[in-house]
């Protein structure tokens, strides 16, 4: 259940931005109310605080746009989601052959 939802979020996500764009005043305020939970303009700045698991994703972003004009990260690809050998066991193609 919770993969599924994952993937519902980040594919609602990928579009995001021009979706919030076409939308009606109304249709935006109810989306962001549900994105965030505070938002306080002090002296020129906006800060937001973003629900639960949009706080996640927005830290692992930040984290990753760090990491990335640090230069650690070799490409857009972060590490955590390149491709690799599957772990489980169960899995691997030597363990299919019977």
């Known amino acids: 259940v919770y993969a599924e939802d994952g993937i519902r979020i980040l594919e609602l996500a990928k579009g995001a931005y ?9 249709e935006k ?3 962001l109310q549900y994105l965030v939970s505070n ?4 002296e ?11 706080d ?3 830290v692992a972003a930040t984290k990753h746009r760090q ?5 650690v990260l070799p490409s857009d690809l972060s590490v955590n989601w390149r491709p690799q ?3 489980n066991p169960c899995c691997r193609r ?3 052959v019977s």
Do not use: M, N
Request: charged share 30%; hydrophobic share 30%.
């Open 39 to 42: 938002c306080t303009w002090k």
């Open 67 to 71: 990491q990335k004009a640090a230069g």
């Open 85 to 87: 050998r599957d772990s």
């Open 94 to 96: 030597e363990r299919a």
């Open 29 to 31: 305020r109810r989306l």
């Open 44 to 54: 020129g700045t906006l800060k937001v605080e973003y629900r639960q698991p949009f």
């Open 56 to 58: 996640t994703l927005a």
């Open 18 to 26: 021009e979706q919030f764009i076409q939308q009606s005043p109304g």
